[in-house]
């Protein structure tokens, strides 16, 4: 499938591209650049798609990246290119200092400290390529999309997908810091079509790990979309209520991204959250803390070093309901007069604290209310905290599904939802950087047009 499967090519492809970017940065300081950091990575894929038992399209990706930053004392010049060949590299070079010479000085711009590069690259277990022939990908595809039409119900496909991919990558800078990174992700989806006419519903599922054997069973995937779709046919509307809700754990961490946002360093030095100034205060109940675990073996957010070579770390964010500490780069920590967390370029596995309670406990915990599966629309804003969004899911009545809902509104304040999550699921869903379970809200405003 690609060229840096095995472990001899990967580690050939990672030493070119570290003498590539130790050459670049050599070549940078000799040009008058004060400071300069490179990141180049190559990325190979084979994805299939496959639609009512036909190949729709196969498609091998190769994909290369340069970026180039250099500092000319406070002024920043940044270029990037797809194209590895010299000339592209050389006129890439030539492009940032150009741009660092003409630009107003930064006082806040430069390099993260030193002393904060990563010196330990444990192994996280992130590489597990995967050289499958197209025909076994197809065959595998066709596999998902029949076992979801066979079940009795299901009238129709959107397709099921197949996807396989490698990453290497190394970032450097003028401290002498070489990272090298690599990671490989499979995936598995598929979509499907139940019911006719008005009541016509779709749903959809996926599965994604680090290494192929983790992957959800083929014929099973297929089978849970559609149990999925089937299970959303009579949808029907609300009337407008207070009641509590159950975000599903993959709508939950949608939730817990909000927070992140939040409390992000981009958001705090622009003054746009609702979360300004509020370190060592409470933002969620008492009993309820977030950490952020980098080194964590085969996870999606894994990472030995951020974006900008300093050392990730194990570390609370919020800790028995109290902010911890903002997620901040060395720039806008910088602005904000305190140093980087090691989250340039985002968080790294962040671990959201749960209970005791299944799926179904939290049903019966909500008792009755309104449970959302899926959420839709841009009605989030870090800067008030309000939100509302359209959602669709099912009624809970006693504990227990009576009816799919659709085409409803739900909305609420940010800070007082998190202030009022009442339990969070030990049903984590573990295909994501954001691991939580399922999370209960107390109260939120449901409103919709049934009478």
Not at 84 to 105: F, G, M, N, V
Not at 352 to 358: A, F, L, P, Y
Not at 367 to 395: C, H, K, N, P
Request: hydrophobic share 40%; glycine share 12%.
């Amino acid at each position: 499938m690609n060229s840096i499967a095995s472990t001899s090519d990967r580690t050939v492809e990672l030493d070119r591209l570290a003498t590539l970017a130790e050459d670049v940065i050599a070549r940078a300081r000799a040009a008058g650049a004060t400071q300069a950091e490179v990141s180049a990575s190559v990325e190979t894929g084979l994805n299939v798609n496959v639609r009512l038992g036909e190949v729709e399209t196969v498609e091998h990706t190769r994909d290369r990246g340069f970026g180039l930053t250099v500092y000319f004392g406070q002024r920043k010049g940044s270029a990037s290119t797809a194209d590895l060949k010299p000339e592209s590299i050389q006129a890439t070079l030539d492009q940032a200092c150009a741009i660092a010479r003409h630009t107003e000085e930064d006082p806040y711009a430069g390099l993260a400290d030193a002393t904060r590069m990563a010196q330990a690259f444990p192994d996280l277990d992130l590489w597990h390529p995967w050289q499958p022939a197209v025909e076994e990908v197809i065959a595998i595809g066709q596999r998902i999309e029949h076992a979801g039409r066979d079940i009795q119900g299901i009238r129709n496909s959107e397709g099921a997908s197949v996807g396989t991919g490698a990453s290497l990558g190394v970032y450097a800078n003028s401290h002498g810091f070489l990272g090298r990174e690599s990671a490989t992700r499979h995936t598995f989806s598929c979509s499907l079509i139940a019911g006719e006419g008005a009541d016509m519903q779709r749903d959809y599922w996926y599965d994604t790990t680090r290494r192929v054997q983790d992957l959800m069973d083929a014929g099973e995937l297929g089978r849970e979309t559609a149990r999925r779709t089937l299970a959303r046919l009579g949808a029907r509307g609300l009337s407008t209520r207070q009641c509590p809700v159950v975000f599903a754990p993959p709508v939950a961490r949608g939730l817990i991204g909000h927070l992140l946002a939040a409390i992000s360093g981009g958001s705090l030095h622009r003054r746009a959250s609702f979360l300004l100034d509020q370190k060592g205060e409470p933002v969620l109940p008492e009993w309820l803390s977030i950490t952020e675990n980098p080194h964590l073996p085969r996870g999606h957010g894994s990472a030995n070093f951020d974006a900008e070579g300093v050392a990730t770390v194990d570390s609370d964010i919020v800790r028995d309901g109290v902010l911890s500490r903002y997620l901040l780069g060395s720039y806008s920590a910088r602005k904000l007069g305190l140093s980087s967390t090691g989250n340039a370029g985002g968080t790294h596995n962040v671990v959201v604290s749960h209970g005791e309670d299944d799926f179904q406990d939290m049903l019966a915990r909500m008792d009755t209310g309104l449970l959302v599966t899926e959420v839709m629309g841009q009605g989030v804003s870090i800067i008030t905290g309000d939100y509302s969004r359209g959602a669709s899911g099912f009624w809970v009545e006693n504990g227990r599904i009576v009816h799919p809902v659709q085409e409803v509104t739900i909305a609420a304040n940010l800070r007082e939802m998190f202030m009022g999550i009442g339990a969070v699921g030990a049903d984590v869903d573990h295909r994501s950087s954001i691991l939580t379970g399922s999370i209960l809200i107390d109260r939120m405003t449901v409103a919709g047009d049934a009478a």
